[in-house]
């Protein structure tokens, strides 16, 4: 158990697992080639989180290690988030708040504060898995045009009028992005400046996925330059540090990796990854494995 506040140094994780069969680990907890090869007796490592890049699965696979995760109860959190940080950015909520606070709200004039509609305005959904289909079910809502890119169709956006497309083409056609996906190879610097380039300047672009998935430096670039109208960001490059010159710009709204913070959310999770635990050590199929081809060498 971690008691201390703050996140466990290397040294630190490896002596507490070095004689235990399972680990509820959390992002922070870096799980690669090295530590796992030092980790004689682990059998089960279950990320309390739905992403695990934060784990390098072949690794324990080879070790027969068997990596779970929590998809699923964090998807309508994760979305809410998505889309309130949408909102807050096109409305400049955050803005208000710190102009309000500061005591420098003088009365309503017909100027003040402009910012952007959401509803009827296009959406590119770029990942439609269950948190990107759960953001376009909201988009919905606001009577927006959804676009999204992803590996294959979706057919429950499809059916609800949302329009299967390519990357360029979501870039170039939608007033708010947001971004769904895992971190992966494939993923790791998916907005670049080149994808950055492409987007309309009125464009508000939406992380609440994984920060390396964006070009960070580019899209501070961009939003310096009106390139970009504003972003609403969960999630950070080198997190939990914030790069400095984000924390001076106006037009974005910065969250502290919100996405599942409920207390309804994290509870689900935190049974889910505990049963997921348990089940493994009794050698019996988890609610969610990541690498479930271990688990052939676990009969009981």
Not at 5 to 16: A, I, S, T, V
Not at 125 to 146: N, P
Not at 268 to 297: H, T
Request: with cysteine; aromatic share 6%.
């Amino acid at each position: 158990m971690n008691e201390r506040e703050r996140d466990l140094l290397r040294g630190e994780l490896r002596q507490k697992l070095s004689d235990v069969f399972g680990v509820v680990a959390v992002m922070a907890n870096k799980f690669d080639r090295k530590l796992i090869s030092e980790l004689d007796s682990l059998r089960v490592i279950s990320n309390f989180a739905v992403g695990y890049d934060n784990v390098d699965v072949g690794a324990a696979t080879e070790k027969g290690i068997a990596v779970t995760n929590t998809p699923g109860v964090l998807t309508d959190a994760s979305a809410d988030l998505a889309f309130g940080l949408l909102l807050a950015v096109s409305r400049r909520i955050a803005e208000g708040d710190r102009l309000v606070r500061a005591e420098k709200f003088t009365g309503w004039t017909p100027m003040m504060m402009l910012g952007s509609d959401v509803s009827g305005k296009a959406i590119g959904i770029i990942g439609a898995g269950r948190i990107g289909t759960a953001v376009a079910k909201r988009a919905y809502g606001f009577g927006m045009k959804v676009f999204y890119f992803s590996h294959r169709r979706n057919d429950e956006i499809d059916k609800s009028g949302g329009e299967f497309v390519g990357l360029e083409e979501l870039l170039r056609h939608a007033d708010f992005i947001s971004l769904n996906v895992p971190l992966n190879e494939e993923t790791r610097g998916l907005i670049g400046r080149k994808e950055i380039s492409m987007m309309k300047d009125n464009a508000i672009l939406i992380n609440t996925a994984r920060g390396e998935i964006v070009d960070e430096d580019a899209l501070i670039v961009a939003l310096k330059k009106g390139k970009v109208a504003g972003a609403g960001l969960d999630v950070y490059k080198n997190e939990p540090k914030v790069n400095r010159k984000l924390l001076k710009l106006n037009n974005v709204v910065l969250a502290p990796h919100l996405g599942s913070a409920t207390l309804e959310t994290r509870a689900k999770m935190a049974e889910m990854a505990a049963l997921n635990a348990i089940a493994v050590l009794k050698c019996e199929k988890p609610p969610s494995i990541v690498n479930p081809e271990v688990m052939r060498g676990f009969a009981a």
